[in-house]
């Protein structure tokens, strides 16, 4: 059954990476209640933003725990590499001088990495 659910993973993959990340109810609620400014945007992507990390925690964890040691370590590696790509690339739309919506940018781009990280850590580990 694992063999086949993994052809499956594969098969959708092959067609897009993986399914569109799903963002909390208090997100958008809070996001309506920002009215489009700069400071309200900025915290509600910050607070969904902890609990995506939250989420990618936790799928990191189970997945972790179905691994042999050298996978771990595999997992260990690959994870502290893509951590240092989300930040790279998500600095890089903060351009100071480019004005606040760079800001919004930049956090809207942490969010969006860490809620695809987390789905993708979800998906791998039902693949084991």
């Known amino acids: ?70 996978r771990q370590k595999q997992l260990l590696d690959v994870q502290r590499m893509w951590i240092k790509f989300r930040d790279a690339n998500c600095d890089f739309y903060y351009d100071p001088e480019g004005g606040s919506m760079h800001r919004v940018m930049s956090n809207e781009c942490y969010l969006r990495m860490t809620a695809e990280r987390a789905l993708e850590l979800e998906q791998l580990n039902m693949s084991y």
Do not use: H, W
């Open 1 to 70: 059954m694992k063999n086949y659910a993994l052809l499956l993973l594969l098969a959708s993959a092959a067609g897009s990476a993986y399914a569109e990340p799903k963002y909390s109810s208090a997100f958008d609620l809070c996001m309506d209640k920002s009215n489009g400014t700069t400071v309200g945007m900025i915290t509600c992507l910050g607070d969904e933003t902890d609990r995506q990390d939250k989420k990618l925690n936790t799928n990191y964890k189970a997945l972790k725990v179905t691994l042999n040691k050298k």
